[in-house]
């Protein structure tokens, strides 16, 4: 396990986990956790020896958002001072959104804020018993700026992500099921959601990442189609592929080279 001041980081049979370690304050973000986030986004990406990721919480929450204690007092910041803090948040959710290997959000308790879309950029949610959802902006007077009004939306519809993000109200977990937003509850979610990341890291890789890239609902249908054909030329001349489907073919589960 490689461990940083805020952040805790382990790969164990091609699942990376991040876990955001500051349980006394719910894993509330400061600057340096956003920081040590995005630094660990970039080595998820880069490292060929993860296939699937898992982000979760330290204790007994996923993520607080932003810590209010620790914020700057924005009297003495300008406009663009003020930009530029939100842009580290922001480049955490589209780091998320941009990572072609599958990321999973173990949802194990309260995700409020910035820790809600935080959630809601990773491409699975498992969410706990003892979990909940919530933008949350409105009841402190702020808009949903680091990508909530633009996920929500997208992932369970405008009018149903209108409610929750104009009300505040929270989201519980049968809620998320419900709505698609979250593919299971479970009682340990760490613990599903390393299951699901197994179950899709033992698949070959590049069909994986490729089928990612590919599932994106502001693509145009020709512009799918021709992504696809380029994608499967990727898949068909990858040495994974041949072994599936040699596998398939005599009966038997592939042996990937890995």
């Known amino acids: 396990m490689s461990e940083y001041d805020h952040v805790q980081y382990e790969v164990d049979a091609g699942i990376a986990t991040i876990t955001i370690d500051r349980p006394d304050v719910y894993n509330a973000f400061t ?19 993860v296939y699937t990721l898992v982000v979760t919480g330290a204790g007994e929450g996923f993520c607080a958002g932003a810590d209010t204690t620790a914020m700057p007092d924005w009297d ?3 406009p663009a001072e003020y930009g530029a803090y939100l842009w580290l948040i922001q480049q955490v959710v589209s780091s998320l959104r941009g990572l ?11 995700a409020i804020g910035a820790g809600c879309d935080f959630a809601l950029a990773c ?22 700026g680091d ?14 992500a209108k409610e929750y993000l104009l009300t505040g109200r929270d989201i519980t977990p049968a809620d998320a099921v419900d709505m698609g937003l979250a593919v299971t509850e479970a009682d340990d979610a ?5 299951d699901l990341a197994a179950e899709i890291a033992a698949k070959p890789a590049i069909a994986v990442r490729r089928t990612n890239d590919l599932i994106d609902p502001e693509t145009g249908f020709e512009e799918y189609c021709r992504l696809a054909a380029e994608y499967q030329w990727d898949c068909v001349t ?21």
């Open 76 to 78: 003495d910041q300008t």
């Open 31 to 49: 600057r340096a956790t956003i920081l040590e986030l995005n630094q660990l986004l970039r080595v998820v990406a880069n490292d060929d020896s």
């Open 147 to 160: 990508g909530g009004g633009w996920l929500l939306p997208r992932l369970v519809g405008e009018a149903k």
């Open 123 to 144: 491409d699975l949610r498992v969410v706990g018993t003892e979990s909940v959802l919530r933008e949350g902006f409105v009841n402190i007077g702020l808009v949903p």
């Open 190 to 194: 760490l613990e599903e959601a390393r």
């Open 238 to 258: 990858d040495t994974e592929h041949q072994e599936a489907v040699e596998a398939f073919n005599e009966g038997r589960d592939p042996e990937f080279d890995r």
């Open 100 to 110: 072609s290997k599958p990321s999973i959000a173990a949802v194990n308790g309260p």
